[in-house]
């Protein structure tokens, strides 16, 4: 399988999830990498949160993410007045969501180790509460 339909099915197991939660909705953001305008992968809303949410899939026990996918995200939250969120998936773990904040700026990229989502990462149903 592609790393794209990897990245794909993992945007819409979150999305599936939001939807099986009643009082939430969800949706993917088809081309969401590829533009030139901020944006994110996953939109998700009830009546009293928004967030919009960058989905990262890993087999390593690391992830890097770029600087510029980062500024999108928080630019595009800023403009809908929601919650940036990175939603990782590390291979065999549940889903992770950590702030902007929680990642680790290198000299190209933001990084989040599997070690450091686990400290500071909360799961699906504290994300929701």
Not at 36 to 45: E, H, I
Not at 53 to 77: R, V
Not at 92 to 105: G, M, S
Not at 113 to 125: N, Q
Request: proline fraction near 2%; charged fraction near 35%.
């Amino acid at each position: 399988m592609s790393k794209k339909t990897i990245g794909i099915n993992a945007e819409r197991d979150l999305i599936h999830k939001f939807w099986a939660v009643e009082g939430w909705g969800a949706l993917r953001v088809a081309g969401s990498g590829s533009m030139r305008y901020p944006s994110a992968d996953v939109l998700a809303t009830n009546k009293m949160r928004k967030l919009t949410i960058e989905g990262k899939t890993a087999k390593s026990p690391w992830k890097y993410s770029e600087k510029e996918d980062i500024e999108q995200l928080k630019q595009f939250a800023e403009l809908f007045n929601a919650e940036p969120y990175i939603a990782v998936k590390f291979k065999r773990k549940d889903w992770l969501f950590l702030t902007l904040e929680d990642l680790e700026e290198t000299n190209k990229n933001y990084m989040i180790s599997l070690e450091k989502a686990e400290m500071k990462g909360i799961l699906f149903e504290e994300l929701i509460k």
